[in-house]
């Protein structure tokens, strides 16, 4: 939990950026749909936690939730614009410092996250409290992760300098998941959708992983080279399957009446 404001620079309209065009709007409705669904499935924490994603065909701008909304509020048009420098180019309000600290971070230091959702969502935050590996490859749920995980050991506080920022994206390397212990988690993404679809199933698989451990029975995990070719076949299909994932609760946000889209 943090409530600090970023101190902004001057608004930068001048800066003649283009916002409008259809990618750019597709990029705001599918984010702002993301924070409805994390909400409808209890996965965030009052007015904190944040997700970010690269504007489209601007790799310098990303777009943040603003500080004071809880994600059930989160709508396209509300979704402001920062630069990786800490100007809000577009939107109403300033991000929560740790915030823009993490993401413009990550954003700069690793162009291949194009979407990184941090959350303190319960069941996944759970596991950064227990010494140890947090994620175990006991289900098939879990083995969609097989591989693709990091653990950042070291908790230091609110993320409010560029250093916090830094060592995740230095904790997080190649793996698309980093468990930051004693704290929450953060999940990159290559899209937006493969960025929700990893955050919901991330979030059964320690569910379930969870109740298997209060059972008090021993563990069954799934040896190596079945887990390795199980994550194999799932890759195979991710994209689609996430594109497919974020379709769907974007049409259950619809049935609902929810106008994340405004």
Partial sequence: MAHTLLSVGSPAASRNVRLDSDAVMQARIELAACFQLAALHGLEEGI???FSAVVPGHDDLFFVNPYGYAFGEITASRLLVCDVDG??????????????YIHARLHRLMPRVKAAFHTHMPNATALCLLEGPPLLW????????????????HYNGLALDESEGDRIAAAMGDAD?????????MVAGASIAQAWDDLYYLERAAEVQLKAMSANRALKPVPHDVA??????????DKDSARAHLDSGMRELHRRGIAFDK
């Avoid at 006991?138 to 050991?153: I, S």
């Avoid at 998941?177 to 988690?185: A, E, M, Q, S, Y």
Wanted: net charge neutral.
């Fill in 48 to 50: 904190c936690n944040h």
């Fill in 138 to 153: 006991l289900g098939q749920t879990a083995l969609k992760f097989y591989g693709r995980t990091a653990v950042d050991e």
């Fill in 87 to 100: 100007q809000v180019v577009d939107g109403e309000g300033k991000p929560e410092a740790t915030a823009f």
């Fill in 228 to 237: 390795q070719r199980a994550y194999e076949q799932m890759r195979v299909g």
């Fill in 177 to 185: 998941i980093v468990f930051l212990k004693n704290h929450g988690v």
